[in-house]
């Protein structure tokens, strides 16, 4: 089973500052499994994770993420497709800094007026230890606690896949292992299927699996990784910057 598929895909992106792009791309990602791409900065991998998640248009090729074929879609079926099965991870966290961690954790469901069960939520802000800062604002907590909001959030609004693009880019080290934890937790545990851009070695190794990722196009996979054989992946592809 697989919860997102790319065939052939070609796409290009540019602004005043970068311009990337993916060249000829077939990918597949396995369902209910955390999945890194590991790649340099300049590398594309930022491209990838939002072509997956409807949020860049491609020039060719197909993608079919959540059983749904985001090529050609319309913005309806987009939007549809981000509200009901895709959640996104990014590096600037995604929260209203004026609102309590609680009431960030809900936001979703009081713009769409879906029941909250109170019973399932309870448990999930007590496995990512979001119990303490739930009457805080936003603004006053640190950055780790906003990324587990955003995962909890995602396991909430009951996603099937979660897109997460350099999550612990700004965090410090323990703070990056938790935010991890929190990661195989929602992939083991909830049965949501994690697809995770990085550049870091360390983060990666978290990951059930590893696509190496190189000027928009795959350059090899590891398996149950670590930093050994992530280290030893790196050093034998062609080109590394």
Known sequence: MTIARLINVSAQSTDMTTSRELNDVSMSFPDKKFTAILG?????????????????????????????????????????LR?????????NHNVVPS???????????????????RSFAKEVIHSFDLFPYLERKASKTPADVHQRLAIARAILKEAQLLLAQEPTKFLRHNSSEKVLDSFRRCSR?????????????????????????????????????????????????????
């Open 40 to 80: 340099p900065s300049g590398s594309s991998k930022s491209l990838l994770i939002e072509a997956i998640g409807g949020l860049a248009e491609v020039n060719t090729g197909e993608i079919i993420t959540c059983g749904t074929t985001v090529t050609g879609a319309s913005s309806q079926t987009l939007a549809q």
């Open 83 to 91: 509200s009901e099965s895709v959640a996104f991870v990014f590096s």
């Open 99 to 117: 609102l309590t961690i609680e009431e960030n954790l809900f936001l979703a469901h009081r713009l769409t007026r879906r029941t909250v069960d």
């Open 189 to 241: 545990e909830y049965g949501i299927s994690i697809i995770m851009s990085t550049h870091s070695n360390f983060v990666a190794s978290y990951a059930d699996e590893v696509h190496l990722f190189l000027d928009g196009s795959p350059a090899g996979n590891v398996v149950n990784p670590s930093l050994h054989s992530l280290a030893f992946a790196r050093e034998n592809t062609t080109y590394w910057a």
